[in-house]
């Protein structure tokens, strides 16, 4: 069957320090990805995504890479901050699926 | 001005009543969506439409029936509440198809005691 991602993992950072997220898909039809974030008691927002043509994608402070060879994506974050203490998600699509099929997602706890 | 709306926030209900959650977006999307997030975070989709069109059924027990009066509007209607349909319970818009623009609610928290 389809799956995304990993059971939760909790993952660990000093504030300033670069926080790499990781996550595994299975779906080779999938074409694009997308980065979420859940704070507690809100709904997931969006980071950044990536199209399966590319292979790395920059926006502030965030970095997605995608190996489409062995199937992972992974998420950079630059000088972690406080704020960023969240949940993290990827998200797989296809073209025209109508749904998002997401990872099980992993917790960044940011210390100060 | 909120583009994914739902309501009630926080639903906590006994096991056999029926309850519904609201959901409006403001975004000019084609697409809404229900998702259901469980106690391990883990987000899976229940129901999509397409303007008002349902496409997307995950085998969902019948109990649970999605309406679209228009295309800015998705409701769930959830009948005869058993204690596993405890979750929280997102609704989402998208522009058509594809992912873009995928726009999640604050979410729906229920509990069914």
């Keep these: ?112 | 001005d909120t583009a994914v709306s739902q309501t009630p926030k926080y639903l906590v209900t006994q096991m056999g009543n029926d309850k519904s959650i609201k959901c409006e977006q403001n975004l000019g999307h084609d697409t809404m969506y229900w998702y259901k997030q469980d106690s391990k975070k883990f987000l899976k989709i229940m129901f999509s439409y397409n303007n008002k069109e349902l496409i997307i059924n995950e085998t969902v027990p019948n109990r649970f029936s999605p309406k679209s009066p228009d295309k800015a509007h998705l409701n769930l209607h959830i009948n005869s509440l058993e204690l596993g349909d405890s979750a929280v319970y997102f609704c989402a818009s998208s522009e058509g198809g594809y992912s873009l623009g995928y726009t999640f609610g604050s979410g729906t928290r229920l509990t069914v005691v």
């Design chain 1, 1 to 112: 069957g389809e799956s995304v991602g990993l059971h939760l993992p909790t993952l660990s950072v000093q504030e300033g320090d670069n926080s790499i997220i990781n996550c595994a898909y299975s779906n080779s039809a999938s074409d694009y990805f997308i980065w979420y974030k859940q704070e507690s008691g809100k709904g997931p927002q969006f980071i950044i995504d990536i199209r399966s043509n590319m292979d790395k994608r920059q926006g502030q402070r965030v970095t997605v890479l995608l190996n489409k060879t062995v199937k992972h994506l992974s998420l950079q974050i630059a000088a972690t901050q406080p704020g960023d203490s969240a949940v993290y998600f990827c998200a797989e699509d296809r073209d025209s699926s109508y749904k998002l099929i997401f990872g099980s997602g992993t917790r960044l706890l940011v210390r100060p």
